[in-house]
């Protein structure tokens, strides 16, 4: 399989990996982020073994994107992004979506106890 087909047919389990990495840990980071225009809200999980990364972007008027980082043979870092889903929005706890609602109207990023963003 691919990684355009993982994105793509399994972004749903890729969000619940996420979303159980971050509400398991110590300690979280939601960053702000910027280029040009656009701003948004980011919470990233690192799979050191598999050499990827999994984000969830949220931007402006509830825009929230799935990005799938990795490296491909030439070691060059590339980025497949997709747009989630009202259903795949369901699957991220309303504790994370109000952080990450919270990070993008401040334009500062947060550091907060996993735990708080299951609720």
């Known amino acids: 399989m691919t990684n355009e087909e ?27 982020e910027f280029e040009d ?3 948004w809200s980011v919470i990233t999980m690192h799979d050191y073994d598999q050499d990827h990364e999994i984000s969830l972007r949220l931007h402006a008027n509830d825009l929230y994107e799935l990005h799938f980082g990795y490296y491909d043979d030439e070691d060059e870092f590339r980025e497949i992004i997709q747009k989630i889903t009202p259903e795949e929005k369901k699957i ?7 952080v ?16 708080l963003l299951s609720k």
């Open 100 to 115: 990450m609602e919270k990070v993008l109207a401040d334009e500062q990023g947060m550091r907060l106890p996993g735990s």
């Open 6 to 32: 993982r994105v793509k047919n399994h972004s749903g389990e890729m969000i619940k990996r996420l979303v159980n990495d971050a509400v398991n840990k110590k300690a979280v980071e939601i960053r702000f």
């Open 37 to 39: 225009n656009d701003q």
């Open 92 to 98: 991220i706890p309303k504790g994370l979506q109000k």
